[in-house]
């Protein structure tokens, strides 16, 4: 099991759907990661979150918006994606920018 | 070692002898490096890491080897067991101006497979 936990496990959308991606960790890491990860290749950086304020978005499509409500808490918003959105997106947490980052297990995303 | 098309590395051993995996990076101001284990259905889980003013560090049945001269990473992993079977992957983050803001940046992969 890991320390950083996402929700849900599996999510298949439509592409003119709503849905939110959860990602909680309770080790006091004040950096949050969100990555997309395409089957046989490595994780993508996404987005960066710092003491809960958006330090990096790596270019991505505005139908993807992270939010970070807390330091604890890491969520992404998804809205009208497109079928090569399909992937395992992961969120990871670190004690700082330069510490081993953290992964949860993610959420493995299917669009119709 | 390198990415051919869509096809990851392999490296197959017997259970018992020791592996070798090899990274090359291609940032010279990279500061920090991690090597990651990925289970099929799990997220990547850290292994070990190195800062790029050492060159070598130990932990449990894994050693680190960082050649930053021609920019190579090696993680061994001793009396490899089937469990160790997984894709490795190894991550860079630079120092951009002393400030990395956690950009990490992961090599394609291997997969290591361990025959019992």
């Known amino acids: 099991d890991t320390e950083v936990t996402q929700t849900p496990k599996h999510l298949v959308m439509g592409m003119t759907n709503k849905k939110s991606l959860k990602c909680e960790q309770h080790m006091g890491h004040r950096a949050m990661y969100w990555y997309k990860q395409k089957a046989k290749k490595p994780p993508e950086l996404m987005f960066v979150?710092?003491?809960?304020?958006?330090?990096i978005n790596e270019s991505v499509p505005s139908r993807f918006s992270p939010e970070c409500p807390n330091s604890s808490l890491l969520n992404l918003h998804l809205h009208a994606l497109q079928p090569e959105d399909s992937a395992l997106y992961l969120c990871?947490?670190?004690?700082?920018?330069?510490?081993?980052?953290?992964f949860g297990d993610g959420t493995r995303l299917s669009i119709l | 070692g390198e990415s051919v098309g869509l096809h990851l590395p392999t490296l197959s051993v017997q259970e018992g002898d020791n592996s070798i995996i090899n990274c090359a990076y291609s940032?010279?101001?990279?500061?920090?490096f991690i090597w990651y284990k990925q289970e099929s259905g799990k997220g990547p889980q850290f292994i070990i890491d190195i800062r790029s003013n050492m060159d070598k560090r130990q932990g449990q049945r894994v050693t680190v080897l960082l050649n930053k001269t021609v920019k190579h990473l090696s993680l061994q992993i001793a009396a490899t067991q089937p469990a160790d079977s997984a894709v490795y992957f190894c991550a860079e983050i630079p120092n951009a101006g002393g400030t990395s803001y956690g950009k990490l940046t992961f090599g394609q992969g291997t997969i290591l497979t361990v025959h019992p």
């Open positions: 940032n010279s101001a990279s500061d920090y």
């Open positions: 990871a947490s670190s004690q700082g920018t330069l510490q081993p980052q953290h």
């Open positions: 979150y710092s003491y809960e304020k958006l330090s």
